[in-house]
């Protein structure tokens, strides 16, 4: 019952967010473990297909820009802003985009999840129907 009523509840802040803050984000999403470059998220094979980029408009202690996280490396950022032709005023077009993008993408996901859903259910009527 508990999980039923379960919901998240999220408040922003205008704050920036600060460098460690960042760190600590990076690190839980691919952070090495132990020397054998274990991460703390899973992978088949330890292969770590995935690769975490930062789009930073308003970090203190960090220049907006385009950031590389690369883990191996001391866990440094390393700013790709450049190869994407992007100076500063690009920088808050393109979070502004990544964070459309994302929200559009939500709600394709609850688009599918509920035609799979009523498709699901239909499927299930019909072989337990005449």
Not at 40 to 68: F, H
């Amino acid at each position: 019952m508990a999980l039923l009523k379960r919901r998240s509840i999220r408040s922003y802040s205008n704050e920036p967010l600060s460098l460690a803050e960042i760190s600590q984000l990076l690190w839980a999403a691919q952070g090495i473990t132990d020397s054998r470059g274990y991460r703390t998220a899973p992978s088949a094979e330890a292969l770590y297909p995935l690769e975490i980029y930062i789009v930073a408009g308003r970090v203190k202690d960090l220049s907006q820009g385009i950031y590389k996280y690369r883990p191996h490396e001391k866990a440094t950022l390393k700013d790709i802003s450049n190869h994407f032709g992007i100076g500063e005023s690009g920088v808050s077009q393109a979070s502004r985009r990544v964070a459309q993008k994302i929200e559009k993408d939500k709600k394709l996901k609850r688009k599918i999840y509920k035609i799979e859903k009523k498709i699901n259910l239909s499927r299930i009527k019909t072989k337990e129907g005449p």
